[in-house]
């Protein structure tokens, strides 16, 4: 157990040395960016103050390599150094007043796709070839096909723009909550209703449920004690990085309902090559996300007593 | 006996698997452990053993589709163990290969004819006309019908899948046709058919076979000899009337005991082989069967038997045969 | 035996249809897949005949018609510049078909020959590909293209690339996978032991084998490319103005909702429309290809 934990986490390391260093030769590769040191000098619109800075922060007059060692050793300490979109706050200050409204837009679709997707999920595999599972089969073609930009402006379309009902943009309270977490949830409600469908099915089917049926045991007590907790343990599978995909910010439709999170100020970085605040995010998002990976896969071995981690012979 | 088309001498393949890590330790497994066998001209040698014991890796090894670990594979006079692809293509033409699941063994995109000529698809083959004489012919042969030629594996039974596979492989005029279990997937009603077919092309071809199956009494019917393999070894040999008549190795016995016997006064109760193989990788020392066998004593433990000459023309690998 | 031959024979005497048409009467019988296989034939004839069917220069301003709504010269209205929102969506269809179909061509033109040669050799050219496809994939997708466009800029053939960049490891993976099933095949096998040699192989039973999951692969693709053109552009990365793309559009006018609507909705109706046309299309097709069952086994 202790050799397997040691493997995921150096694994996870690697992932993210490798994950730096391709952000790193990238942003690197722009040419005339801001880690280009002689177009640094030419800058006339950056201020003398910012341009020194930058030279001594990410040693801009030393060789390539020193300066990736340079990024890795201040990343480390997450110090990613000031953003250039907002020369005032630096990129952890930035993190750190704007990431819990991405983490109440993620909470906040977390929860509305978990109670739509697994309550359709359930209920088309409980009744299939009914009305609930063909209206389930369409809302998970919509989730599908429809760009979670496109929805967004849609709603705006209807409900802020025509009906009047919703403001269009924003983050002062529960009304403008509605339309983000909306547009927000469509690929998660896509992935639980799936998943919750097919392993429920697979539950029903499985010996033991017919084992239970076959002793006269209640229909609600064989879904709850035989098939619930069965098909719902593998949702942890799904369901961990779902949760961290969406605490980490949406680029979409952050922007579009101008909520200050982190995925607005990242597309408002890539629109103003704020190359510290989007190597930042890039590195911070990968690490969140492979780590919940990992987390998921411990939480699962304990939830479920077959998984054994490590494999034997 | 007549000449020997094909003798393996010692033919060894082990398959080494890696560890799930990356620093894991290799693991190597003997698959087919020192077989030696003789398959005579149009002959038939027989090969029986549960699955796993290593006869369709024999197989395999034979053809060369396995690359041999050691051992010598000697056909018609020749080591081809260690022959180039190029100086193999001729040689391996001659031996042609019939597989257990006949539909798994046809390429389920090509159409019958395509399937029999790919064999022919060689340069110098001739145009499209002139083959086709030929593979109505076979076709007929083996009891299809000619205008089946257009049709895909798929629409035939299993039966009539296993006999375009026998179609192909005679489509060479092989010397030897190694079946690995040819009917074994097959329904009871269609194993007699097919196996008279193939007693018959056999006859009319002058074909030896090597015959692959787990099953001791088809085996048997089919065959002059008989070698029975357990985890990668062969544990006896002999003429295969004898075989089954008088078995020397226990787990003969063990596997004649598993045949139905058809009349229940005849039926007696013998020693019956308990549990699974070991697997090839867990090899036990001492003799490999003697968790499992009903005569076991201490010796079996200690020292492992040797295959030795019991009788005429017959040996086997038992401290007590 | 002879008998049951014979009664087979007498069905097969009937003129058996190819595997394409046989695909084709499959695939007919489904409405909605022919509807979506219209909608996507016309979006591309109009967007491939753009310069006749648009009613206006897409790229001329007309500045005393700005911010017009839709009236009976400017079907769709008309945008800050003056442009003629519908013939801006006619040759946006034209930017989102090239970007799908193109992208898909250069993934294939790597996925294929490495997954292909990976499957086939094996040893360390496997080893050293497959690491580079872990890797590579450790990175989430959406990050590695916003990364790729924000060092490479905007800009079409940079789309491409950068799509070609991060494709080709499905591709690959599922080339080498297929080669490496087809390989461990009994008709393989049976190839092998008549002496066929690689090319025979490749050329008789990997082709016809590997090819239609290669295909389906790619025509998935296209919707897949489409997508991710127009979230690339929203942001700015993908196509960049005067150029016209749906994504873009619905990007740079996404603030004048109240104000403008038709140039963020009808973009956006076109955007989901064309992405449902699409799944249809090959949820349909993957339906029709699907012959493992036809009369099945006897």
Known sequence: MARYLLSRIVGLLGVLLVVSFITFGLMHAVPGGPFDSRALERQQMIPEQIKRQLNLKYGLDEPVWRQYLLFMRNAVRLDFGYSLAFPSRTVVQIFKEQWPYSVQLGLLTLAFSVVVGIGLGIASAVRPDSWVDHFGTGVSVFCLVMPSFVFAILLQFFFSAQLGWLPTGGWDGPRHWIMPVLANSLAPILVLQRYTRSSMRDAMRAGYVRTARAKGLSRGRIMFVHVFKNALTPLLTVGGPLAAGLVVGSFFVESIFRIPGIGFYFVSAIGQRDYPMIMATTVVWTAIISGAYLATDLLYALADPRVTLVKEK | ?321 | MAATARVIDQSSLKKRPSGMSRFWLRFRRSRAGMIALSFIVLEAAVALFAPWVAPFDPYRGDFAATWQTPNSLHWLGTDDLGRDVLSRLIYGARVSISVGVLSQLAIAAIGLPVGALAGLRGGWLDYVVMRVIDVLSSLPALLFYILLMVALGAGFGNLIVAMAATGWIGMARLVRGQVLTLKETDYVRAARAMGGGTRHIIATHLVRNAMTPVIVAVALGIPGAMFAEAGLSFLGLGIPSPQASWGQMIGLYQSYIRTAWHLTVFPSTVLAATMLAWFILGDRVRDALDTSAPGGRA
């Open chain 2, 1 to 321: 006996m007549p000449d020997a088309l094909l003798r393996t001498v010692e033919l060894t393949k082990s398959f080494t698997a890696r560890r799930a890590s990356l620093a894991g330790k290799k693991v190597k497994n003997l698959a087919v452990d020192r077989v030696s066998l003789t398959v005579g001209e149009g002959e038939t040698l027989g090969l029986v053993g549960e699955s796993g014991c290593g006869k369709s890796t024999l197989a395999l090894t034979i053809m060369r589709l396995h690359e041999p670990t050691a051992g010598r594979i000697i056909f018609a006079g020749r080591d081809i163990n260690g022959l180039g692809e190029a100086a193999l293509k001729p040689v391996r033409r001659q031996m042609q290969m019939v597989f257990q699941d006949p539909l798994a063994s046809l390429d389920p995109r090509l159409t019958v004819e395509q399937i029999i000529c790919e064999p022919l698809d060689s340069p110098g083959a001739g145009a499209r006309p002139v083959r086709r004489a030929p593979v109505a012919r076979l076709l007929e042969r083996v009891g299809l019908a000619a205008s089946d030629m257009g049709r895909y594996p798929n629409e035939f039974s299993g039966g009539q899948q296993q006999r375009i596979g026998i179609a192909r492989a005679l489509a060479l005029r092989p010397r030897l046709l190694i079946c690995d279990e040819p009917v074994s997937a097959l329904d009871v009603s269609v194993q007699a058919q097919i196996l008279n077919l193939l007693r018959d092309l056999q006859d009319e071809f002058g074909l030896a076979y090597l015959f692959i199956s787990h099953n001791i009494a088809v085996t048997a019917h089919m065959s002059r000899r008989i070698g029975v393999m357990y985890l990668g070894r062969v544990v006896e040999e002999g003429p295969a009337r004898e075989i089954i008549t008088a078995p020397r190795h226990p787990y003969t016995r063990a596997l004649l005991a598993a045949v139905p016997e058809p009349d229940p006064s005849r039926r007696e109760v013998g020693p019956v082989a308990e549990g699974d193989a070991a697997g090839v990788a867990g090899r036990p020392t001492g003799c490999a069967f003697r968790a499992r066998c009903p005569a076991a004593a201490e010796r079996c433990a200690a020292e492992e038997p040797r295959l030795r000459p019991v009788a005429e023309g017959r040996v086997a690998a038992c401290h007590f045969a």
